[in-house]
């Protein structure tokens, strides 16, 4: 699949339904997340240097212990993957956090430990922070909101297949199994304006300057690609 073929795809898939915005991703996204569509769009990226370009651009590791692999983007809405390696640093337990926007997600591959919590003075303390970073920087901040209180209100596991839909007030947290490779597809919406972004640690973090998004080099995203069609040409191995 070209890039021009997946822009058009998705826009005809976001145009063919009136639903909210989260019944609308959803369904978006869904005709992308098999496995073997997922292959298509990186062996299409390969091919591309054009592609790979605006791939390279956007994609980077995130500071939660994933790579986050960036295939479309426009003014409103950015398709991509989140990507555990078997290889890489896991972190002990990822923050919780919720987003600026509304998204939809689907695993392709593997699974996770996924949980949403809501607040709770009467909660579990957790070190609270607020975020903020332009889109497509390279870095992000945190400010220092001192000590506030969640409680878990779901907790599952979810496996290859799984899809769900969150709104951008939702305070959630994903902890893949260690050692094992999970791939989800992540069809994210437009800004909310009025929407901030909280972060919940269960300790300290950095914070009071720019922390820098560590990205890829050309080669390391090119490996990583070539590794994510491999891992997909035998999803049931997984």
Same mark, same amino acid.
């Given at each position: 699949?070209?890039?021009?073929?997946?822009?058009?795809?998705?826009?005809?898939?976001?145009?063919?339904?009136?639903?909210? @915005?989260?019944?609308?991703?959803?369904?978006?996204?869904?005709?992308?997340?098999? !496995?073997?569509?997922?292959?298509?769009?990186? &062996?299409?990226?390969? &091919?591309?240097?054009?592609?790979?370009?605006?791939?390279?651009?956007?994609?980077?590791? *995130?500071?939660?212990?994933?790579?986050?692999?960036?295939?479309?983007?426009?003014?409103?809405?950015?398709?991509?993957?989140?990507?555990?390696?078997?290889?890489?640093?896991?972190?002990?337990?990822?923050?919780?956090?919720?987003?600026?926007?509304?998204?939809?997600?689907?695993?392709?591959?593997?699974?996770?430990?996924?949980?949403?919590?809501? !607040?709770?003075?009467?909660?579990?303390?957790?070190?609270?922070?607020?975020?903020?970073?332009?889109?497509?920087?390279?870095?992000?901040?945190?400010?220092?909101?001192?000590?506030?209180?969640?409680?878990?209100?779901?907790?599952?596991?979810?496996?290859?297949? @799984?899809?769900?839909?969150?709104?951008?007030?939702?305070? *959630?947290?994903?902890?893949?199994?260690?050692?094992?490779? @999970?791939?989800?597809?992540?069809?994210?919406? !437009?800004?909310?304006?009025?929407?901030?972004?909280?972060?919940?640690?269960?300790?300290?973090? !950095?914070?009071?300057?720019?922390?820098?998004?560590?990205?890829?080099?050309?080669?390391?995203?090119?490996?990583?690609?070539?590794?994510?069609?491999?891992?997909?040409?035998?999803?049931?191995?997984?």
């Amino acid at each position: 699949m070209t890039r021009y073929r997946l822009a058009a795809r998705l826009a005809d898939q976001l145009r063919s339904t009136s639903a909210q @915005t989260g019944d609308r991703l959803h369904s978006a996204l869904v005709p992308f997340a098999a !496995p073997g569509t997922v292959r298509d769009l990186l &062996r299409g990226a390969l &091919r591309d240097e054009h592609w790979l370009d605006a791939v390279h651009a956007g994609s980077y590791r *995130h500071p939660n212990g994933f790579d986050k692999i960036v295939l479309f983007a426009d003014r409103e809405y950015q398709l991509r993957l989140h990507v555990w390696r078997e290889n890489a640093r896991e972190t002990a337990v990822e923050n919780i956090h919720n987003h600026r926007w509304d998204f939809s997600s689907v695993i392709v591959l593997g699974g996770y430990r996924f949980q949403e919590f809501i !607040p709770d003075p009467a909660g579990r303390r957790f070190h609270a922070y607020g975020y903020t970073s332009e889109r497509g920087a390279a870095a992000y901040s945190l400010k220092p909101l001192g000590q506030r209180g969640l409680t878990r209100s779901f907790d599952a596991r979810l496996c290859a297949g @799984t899809s769900y839909t969150l709104t951008s007030d939702v305070f *959630h947290r994903v902890s893949n199994t260690p050692g094992q490779f @999970t791939v989800s597809l992540v069809l994210q919406g !437009p800004h909310r304006p009025d929407s901030s972004v909280l972060v919940f640690a269960e300790e300290n973090l !950095p914070s009071g300057r720019p922390l820098p998004r560590p990205g890829f080099s050309r080669d390391s995203l090119r490996r990583l690609l070539s590794d994510l069609i491999d891992e997909l040409a035998d999803p049931l191995s997984a």
